[in-house]
Nanobody
Framework: QVQLVESGGGLVQPGGSLRLSCAAS????????MGWYRQAPGKQRELVAT???????IYADSVKGRFTISKDNAANTVRLQMNSLEPEDTAVYYC???????????????WGQGTQVTVSS
């Protein structure tokens, strides 16, 4: 069993910052890509940012220049530094990880439970 646990969400004023963390635990042989997605009320879940095991990154256009994704491979942790937050960033943020549990296992996608981020004055 592999679990992803997110933390760091909350309420912040427009222009403020938050840092989200996501730690993977359980039976893990290796992790390839980790990422952050978000889902606002009434909208589909969308990509925010991803980072591969060799630290290549992809960002949604809406967060480029404001959000930074980082990863600690040794700790199986991914973080999302969010600056200059806007009300449009309000959503539940989910992390995911492409995990191989054993050397002989295929990679499988695991999701966290989500953390609420609310940007409001």
């Amino acid at each position: 069993q592999v679990q992803l646990v997110e933390s760091g969400g909350g309420l912040v004023q427009p222009g403020g910052s938050l840092r989200l963390s996501c730690a993977a635990s359980g039976s893990i042989f290796s992790i390839n890509t980790m990422g952050w997605y978000r889902q606002a009320p009434g909208k589909q879940r969308e990509l925010v940012a991803t980072i591969t095991s060799d630290y290549s990154t992809i960002y949604a256009d809406s967060v480029k220049g404001r959000f930074t994704i980082s990863k600690d491979n040794a700790a199986n942790t991914v973080r999302l530094q969010m600056n200059s937050l806007e009300p449009e960033d309000t959503a539940v943020y989910y992390c995911n990880a492409d995990v191989r549990r054993y050397p002989w296992s295929p990679y499988s996608l695991v999701w966290g439970q989500g953390t609420q981020v609310t940007v409001s004055s």
